[in-house]
């Protein structure tokens, strides 16, 4: 039973076409995250939304918006596909607050822009 | 501004030979710590975790860190690496809440020699 899935796994797409990430949590947590992971792994967060609200938007380009219909759920729609949006996609979530504050992370989408 | 260095990009270790891996940070207040492990095409998995108490945590396959304040640092030790312990794997500081929002390092990965 798994905790945080996305789908899908794997995403290759074109240049200008607009693409869409799911993410759910099962754990009852508060608080989901979207990550990046580029070639060189590092991992940047991009949005954080607590309770369906946004709280973290970290200088992300406005063709990524976040969608949280409810605070099991974080969709990541993408428009306009660059070949720079090539990366992992990860989506994360977290309890607020207290000693049990860790990130749980899902598999991961690879995105591919050709 | 929080931060995270891991000055060693790659390790590569004997199977059975002891590992640490080094991890800086810099944090205005009390720091919660966390490092993590990414198996290959895999997301990350936290393997242990320090908020408050005595500062020589254990987590979970063997792993231990110790929190050294007066250093800023919260390397990872194993006394004894098994070959499914090659991985990519991130020091990440965070504030009390929301630790996904955590910053996390540029990894280290590690590989291991039969």
């Known amino acids: 039973d798994t905790a945080v899935s996305q789908t899908p796994k794997y995403l290759v797409t074109q240049m200008g076409n607009d693409k869409s990430i799911k993410c759910e949590q099962n754990?009852?947590?508060?608080?989901m995250y979207w990550y990046k992971q580029d070639s060189k792994k590092f991992l940047k967060i991009m949005f954080s939304y607590n309770n369906k609200e946004l709280i973290i938007n970290e200088t992300v380009p406005n063709r990524f918006s976040p969608k949280s219909p409810d605070k099991a759920h974080l969709n990541l729609h993408i428009n306009s596909l660059e070949l720079g949006d090539s990366a992992v996609y990860f989506c994360?979530?977290?309890?607020?607050?207290?000693?049990?504050?860790?990130?749980?992370f899902g598999q991961g989408t690879r995105l591919t822009v050709v | 501004a929080q931060s995270v260095t891991q000055p060693d990009i790659h390790i590569t270790v004997s199977e059975g030979a002891s590992l640490e891996l080094r991890c800086n940070y810099s944090y205005g207040a009390t720091p919660y710590l966390f490092w993590y492990v990414q198996s290959p095409g895999q997301g990350l998995q936290l393997l242990l975790k320090y908020f408050s108490g005595d500062t020589l945590v254990q987590g979970i396959k063997g792993f231990e860190a110790e929190f050294k304040r007066s250093q800023s640092s919260f390397n990872l030790r194993k006394p004894s690496v098994h070959w499914s312990d090659a991985a990519e794997y991130f020091c990440a500081v965070g504030g009390n809440t929301n630790a996904g929002k955590s910053t996390f390092g540029d990894g280290t990965t590690l590989t291991v020699k039969p």
């Open positions: 994360a979530s977290s309890p607020t607050g207290g000693e049990t504050a860790e990130a749980f």
């Open positions: 754990l009852g947590h508060d608080t």
